[in-house]
């Protein structure tokens, strides 16, 4: 299945990118831990997705640890031309499988060049600080120092574009007076919309906002609503979830992620699905429910 609504772009840093990319964290083991179930199928599925024509991967050395990007390596390399791969950076795994803040100038360094070593670049292309005051949600505080060491590399020429992760607004405007933030990347969907005031104020200063967990938080009710909807399109709850959020804000970029072709092709097919206004005004609706909390580090609650 490819992707046909190629006027669907939107720049990140320098590079305008198809607005519906790819999440790589799912080739990982369980709970993003070890290698993946089948080795052959993760790099079918990132084979697929390039050749399917999406330009935007987002991974980060510490899914595995050290799992994903040698994946991409080994599936992609070497990368096309137009292929963005986004990575991320401020955490490491325990060897109980948790996420642990990684700050420190010799923590930070050490990722990038992990990256860099794993993905087989010379720079990256973006980075993104997750910020981790909080691993399970953004949560006020400075993010002052270790922003201003990952700027320090990017001036090395390491880097070239930074984004942030897991932040508030006002992380957000404290990091554009350290330097430029061309994506912000947090937790947000049908039901989670905290940051809907955000999306739009970066929409107007052409930054790009990534949302993950397309379908985490829902309740039964609203799963309901969103399945009928999908019923009512001949689609696919997650299709329908993709495509609100692909006419939400012309900044969003979308990195579903899967280990399954079948799946993968799923979700390419929702850059064509039409949502209707009254359906969309329909979608708004469910946001009025109570969601439930997630974060990118708990329980995963999309399909492989």
């Not at 987002?58 to 994903?68: A, K, L, Q």
């Not at 929409?203 to 309740?219: K, M, Q």
Request: hydrophobic share 45%.
């Amino acid at each position: 299945m490819s992707m046909t609504r190629k006027s669907e772009v939107f720049v990140l840093g320098d590079r305008a990118v198809k607005r519906l990319g790819y999440g790589a964290m799912q080739l990982a083991g369980p709970g993003v831990f070890g290698p993946p179930k089948d080795h052959a199928a993760a790099l079918a599925v990132l084979r697929a997705a390039v050749e399917s024509g999406v330009d935007h991967i987002d991974t980060s050395d510490f899914y595995g640890p050290h799992v994903t990007n040698k994946l991409i390596r080994e599936a992609l390399a070497p990368y096309p031309d137009e292929l963005v791969i986004v990575t991320k950076i401020g955490a490491r795994r325990g060897e109980d499988k948790s996420w642990i803040p990684a700050f420190s100038r010799e923590e930070l360094t050490q990722a990038v060049h992990d990256n860099l070593r794993n993905l087989g670049v010379d720079v990256l292309e973006v980075v993104n600080l997750r910020i981790m005051i909080n691993p399970h949600g953004p949560a006020e505080g400075s993010i002052e120092a270790p922003l201003s060491i990952l700027a320090d590399l990017q001036r090395q020429g390491l880097v070239r574009h930074i984004g942030l992760s897991n932040v508030t607004a006002a992380q957000v405007e404290q990091g554009r007076k350290i330097c430029p933030i061309v994506c912000v990347q947090n937790h947000y969907n049908l039901v989670h919309r905290h940051d809907d005031a955000l999306i739009d104020s970066l929409a107007r200063d052409g930054i790009a906002y990534v949302p993950y967990f397309p379908l985490g938080g829902f309740t039964p009710l609203q799963s309901s609503v969103l399945s009928d909807v999908a019923r009512r399109l001949d689609a696919t709850p997650m299709q329908v979830a993709i495509a609100w959020l692909l006419r939400r804000a012309p900044n969003v970029l979308l990195i579903p992620g899967t280990s399954s072709l079948a799946h993968l092709n799923e979700n390419l097919a929702a850059a064509n699905l039409n949502v209707p206004d009254e359906v969309m005004a329909m979608l708004d609706g469910i946001a009025t429910q109570p969601t439930a909390e997630h974060s990118e580090h708990g329980a995963l609650s999309q399909r492989a």
